[in-house]
Structure formats: structure tokens, C-alpha cells
């Protein structure tokens, strides 16, 4: 009988973590539909700088696992900090 692969994402992370992730990215999109577009932009920003300093920190123990630790940091770190001044390098442009 031949034996199934291991399918990594049924023992990668903790749910509970990542749905905390998801009601904040829900909680993002109804204030952003209420108009607080900054507020919206920074329950992201800041969750994605959050999630990816706790993977670089805690490393194998991290509740957030996507692929290494070097990519979940990069991408979580950047991706924060890019929202953050892509929307403010919008205001400065318009205002």
C-alpha cells in the first residue's frame, strides 16, 4: 500500500492565529466601506508588519506559516510598510 504525501498546509500554522488575521482584514474592508480609507490602510499595513515580525521572531514556532521564515518575514514586513507609504505618498501627491 503506498503512502499519501504529506500535505504541509494540514500541519503548517494555527488556525486560531489566522483567524484572528481574517476577521482584522475583514474588520479593514467595513471601515474602509464606511470611508476611513487611513484607518482601513493601517489595520492592514500593521497586521502584515505583525504577523511577519512574529514569524522572524518565533521562527519554527510562529502561528503563521506560508512558505520559509525568510519569505513570510520579507513578504509581511514589505507588504506593510509598502501600504503605508504608497497611501501616504498618495495624500502628499493630492493634498
Not at 40 to 58: K, N, P
Not at 70 to 93: C, E, H, K
Amino acid at each position: 500500500m503506498a503512502e499519501h504525501p504529506r500535505v504541509s498546509e494540514e500541519h503548517e500554522g494555527k488556525p486560531a492565529f489566522e483567524w484572528a488575521v481574517a476577521i482584522l482584514v475583514v474588520v479593514s474592508a467595513v471601515v474602509a466601506f464606511l470611508g476611513y480609507t487611513m484607518a482601513a490602510t493601517v489595520i492592514i499595513a500593521v497586521t502584515a508588519i505583525v504577523t511577519g515580525i512574529i514569524r522572524l521572531a518565533l521562527r519554527d514556532r510562529s502561528p503563521w506559516k506560508v512558505r520559509s521564515v525568510g519569505f513570510d518575514s520579507f513578504i509581511g514586513i514589505a507588504l506593510g510598510v509598502g501600504l503605508l507609504a504608497t497611501y501616504f505618498s498618495i495624500g502628499m501627491l493630492i493634498g
